[in-house]
């Protein structure tokens, strides 16, 4: 078997993984497959799996990156008409063991049918996963208002306070197939795995580890967090070392027209040199009139794709505004980057925030929330207090300790 860096919460790719004999099948939708390297490992064969149609769902999307939240059901719905097709390979291919996500709750009854092993991999933290708590409850349990995601739940039995805030689990639930929730892909996904892989590590995670193996009731592997290889940036005699923070809010956060001002005005106020990355989402076009220039000679816009990895490796980065999810953080802890958390409310991203806060390595944005709005200058404050200023020096010296742990997660799946 082998473990595939996993992608966003309803991945880009979509994967079966085989074991038979020496071979990988790694299933993915068309577009998706031109997006992997070309140097993969011949073990690993690419079998092309079209996406079915469904009403609703833009011709050209196969992926959340794609869409808006409200448009997100879709693709749920188009993944589930894939399980005829799925059935029809596992009956002729051979495979014998199947490594899946949280979407396809449908796939472990289907491999039990046909006598293939299944292994449910997490690729949210272990403590995302233990907030939702056992299959018994995300199948079977009450029905959960909102308002229930905003506490800590009665069955975490460590200290924490990681919790949604209400805007968030609210936000999240326009991505919800009304047909299937969240919920119940997640339950039925584990309950019928044989085992679950979690992208985690007891250096980070002990307590969550530990109790999920008691809510599962099954092995709980954590297989390390996976991070990208990359090589470390060099010093830029335009900036001194660890000066300047990076922007980074990921490909699937909505930031509306209402808030983008205060942000943007907030990343002025700092006075501190940036790099902020406008992908997709936002878009250019809501960037406030005038910015860039006033920001000219400290910042700079960084319009659509950029490598993520490459920029949190540079010596002269100090800092990262991150939406938290959970493979950015990975990276940037990596790399002993301290967080500014402004929570993306989508995902898990919530509960990351209030984790990472948790763990020391970053300060979290004051939103409100309710409706998740925030002030200029609670950016501008919460930026300088990791990068700068002396309350922060406890946080940035804890990030750094994040490396020793990181050396190890690079060195994950090497060949001896």
């Not at 993520?308 to 990975?330: K, M, P």
Request: net charge neutral; glycine share 8%; proline share 8%.
């Amino acid at each position: 078997m082998a473990c595939l860096r996993p992608p966003h919460a309803i991945p880009r790719c979509r994967h079966l993984l085989s074991s038979k004999g020496s071979s990988r099948l790694l299933h993915l939708h068309p577009k998706n497959l031109q997006k992997l390297p070309t140097d993969l490992p011949p073990s690993i064969t690419l079998v092309e799996l079209p996406l079915p149609r469904v009403h609703g769902l833009p011709d050209s999307a196969e992926s959340t990156a794609e869409l808006p939240n409200n448009k997100v059901p879709y693709l749920k719905k188009a993944y589930d008409m894939l399980e005829p097709a799925v059935d029809e390979f596992l009956q002729r291919s051979g495979v014998d063991w199947i490594i899946h996500d949280f979407a396809s709750h449908w796939l472990p009854q289907v491999a039990s049918r046909l006598g293939v092993n299944s292994a449910f991999f997490g690729v949210f933290s272990a403590t995302s996963l233990a907030f939702l708590g056992p299959p018994s409850v995300l199948i079977d349990g009450p029905s959960r208002r909102p308002e229930d995601f905003t506490v800590v739940p009665k069955w975490i039995d460590y200290p924490s306070k990681v919790r949604f805030r209400l805007h968030e689990i609210v936000t999240h639930q326009d991505c919800m197939d009304t047909g299937a929730s969240d919920f119940q892909r997640f339950g039925e996904s584990i309950r019928g795995s044989k085992s679950v892989a979690v992208r985690s590590c007891s250096e980070f995670e002990a307590d969550p580890l530990r109790l999920l193996q008691k809510l599962y009731g099954k092995p709980v592997v954590p297989v390390g967090l996976l991070p990208p290889r990359h090589k470390c940036g060099r010093g830029d005699e335009r900036w001194k070392e660890k000066s300047v923070f990076y922007v980074g809010l990921g490909t699937e956060v909505n930031i509306s027209r209402e808030m983008m001002p205060e942000l943007a005005a907030g990343i002025e106020k700092s006075g501190l040199p940036f790099v902020w990355v406008v992908g997709q989402r936002p878009g250019p076009e809501i960037i406030p009139p005038g910015f860039e220039s006033r920001v000219s000679g400290r910042g700079y816009l960084w319009m659509g794709w950029a490598p993520q990895a490459e920029i949190l490796a540079h010596a002269a980065v100090g800092g990262f505004v991150t939406h938290c999810g959970w493979s950015s953080a990975i990276e940037a802890l990596g790399r002993g980057r301290p967080l500014i958390l402004f929570s993306g409310a989508n995902s898990d991203q919530g509960l990351m925030a209030r984790l990472l806060e948790e763990r020391g390595v970053g300060f979290e944005l004051l939103r409100d929330e309710l409706n998740g709005s925030f002030s200029s200058d609670s950016v501008a404050e919460t930026i300088r207090r990791v990068m700068v200023e002396p309350e922060g020096e406890e946080v940035r010296a804890k990030a750094w300790t994040m490396r020793d742990i990181g050396c190890v997660w690079e060195d994950f799946g090497k060949s001896p």
